[in-house]
């Protein structure tokens, strides 16, 4: 099918296998450290505040990891960094098993997660368009790697729920680490050939970032749509941080409906990426990322005034499908626009606005809700979202005119 014409290659196909098992692993992990800090504390706040350390390695280290990626092979770094993240999730199981979990320790270990994601997650972002031999297939390829991960944000926490209800938060943790297994298996299955470097390992690392951030400079739309990703993960993405807290106070709900709410978001999510999967070449993404941002703050508008549970899941579900029809339209345009040589570089600026900007933004929401409750936070996310469509909107258009003046 037409759909998943990026799997016929063997080493996007192996990719696709061991990231669609661990990601399961991954989100059960996820819903069960937010459920276990916030029955530990019942604090918003420090939900916001565990979710900031785990995030805030993306967005001091992200442009000078950046630069590493760019002179090394990211096959490598990648299995490298598999082999830590499942030593962490061991690390993590055990302190759980022993009794020992509390913020500190969920901090410390959540950080160390941080840095290894920070390399990870460039590298892997950079590594893709050497699994798909044909660049008019990338697109195909990232939004099918944006659906494997929403797919498993579905059914993962749905999972998770169940075995928290069971099991505990331990059977969540221990499942994560048995999940890195497969990764690891395809992994060392590929046959990947890399573009080799194209300057000196002698550079430095500010070198790069310098050379980098000159780039971006020059490229006015690239950077339009970095700063369009720090201000949706600054106030409008963090809304997933407070899920626990919209199931636990607004709908009085259990970590079953917890997991309602995760799965209900990694759908939505999911539904975004399939569609993203059917784009035709020659589409105009900006504009795509302008109507998505613009539905993403209309949903958590109508989030906010939902006075049921099944409105406020369909609500929550259209927020997540508008995300990642933004994110992944500013993730295609810049695998496909950036050149090789600085692919990397800009990519850790993307991981940075989006993954290092985030947890600021769950500790700045995680405060706000903290004063003015979860409704009024959730309305004021929602209005800032559409305000930053409409900017964007303004910014195109000038962009437009300015083109036209010009020619004429």
Not at 67 to 86: A, C, F, G, P
Not at 172 to 190: A, K, R, W
Not at 310 to 339: C, D, E, K, R, W
Request: with cysteine; glycine share 6%; charged share 10%.
């Amino acid at each position: 099918m037409e759909l998943f014409r990026s799997l016929q290659y063997p080493n996007f196909r192996l990719h696709t296998i061991g990231q669609s098992i661990s990601l399961l692993g991954t989100w059960m992990q996820r819903i069960a450290i937010s459920w276990l800090v916030y029955r530990l504390t019942d604090s918003v706040f420090l939900l916001g505040f565990v979710s900031f350390i785990s995030l805030l390695p993306s967005l001091v280290l992200s442009p000078f990891i950046g630069s590493v990626v760019d002179r090394r092979s990211k096959y490598r770094l990648v299995v490298m960094t598999q082999i830590l993240l499942m030593l962490q999730a061991g690390v993590l199981s055990l302190v759980v098993y022993l009794g020992w979990a509390s913020v500190l320790w969920l901090c410390v270990l959540g950080f160390a997660q941080g840095v290894i994601n920070a390399f990870d997650v460039v590298a892997r972002q950079a590594l893709l368009v050497s699994l798909v031999d044909h660049k008019k297939d990338l697109p195909n390829a990232i939004a099918l790697n944006s659906s494997v991960f929403n797919a498993a944000r579905m059914v993962g926490p749905a999972i998770g729920g169940v075995l928290l209800s069971l099991y505990g938060e331990q059977a969540c943790f221990m499942i994560n680490f048995l999940s890195f297994v497969p990764v690891l298996m395809t992994l060392s299955m590929m046959k990947v050939v890399e573009i080799a470097p194209v300057y000196s390992r002698d550079s430095s690392n500010w070198q790069g970032l310098v050379d980098g951030f000159n780039y971006l400079k020059r490229s006015p739309h690239i950077a339009s749509l970095i700063i369009i990703m720090t201000c949706s993960s600054l106030f409008v993405i963090p809304y997933t941080s407070l899920l626990p807290a919209v199931a636990k106070d607004l709908f009085h709900g259990d970590e079953t409906i917890f997991s309602w709410f995760e799965s209900i978001a990694g759908f939505g999510a999911m539904i975004g990426a399939i569609n993203m999967a059917r784009l035709k070449s020659g589409e105009n993404l900006r504009y795509r990322v302008m109507f998505s941002a613009f539905m993403m703050g209309a949903s958590l508008l109508l989030l906010a005034y939902a006075h049921y549970l099944p409105s406020a899941l369909f609500f929550t579900g259209a927020v997540s499908f508008a995300m990642m029809m933004q994110n992944s339209s500013i993730n295609t345009y810049i695998q496909t626009h950036a050149v090789t040589a600085y692919r990397a570089r800009i990519m850790s600026y993307y991981v940075m606005a989006f993954q290092g900007i985030f947890p600021i933004g769950s500790l700045l929401i995680g405060g706000v809700a903290d004063s003015i409750g979860i409704k009024n936070t959730l309305y004021m996310m929602g209005a800032t979202g559409a305000l930053i469509a409409v900017c964007y909107y303004t910014y195109l258009r000038f962009r437009i005119q300015r083109r036209l003046f010009k020619f004429k």
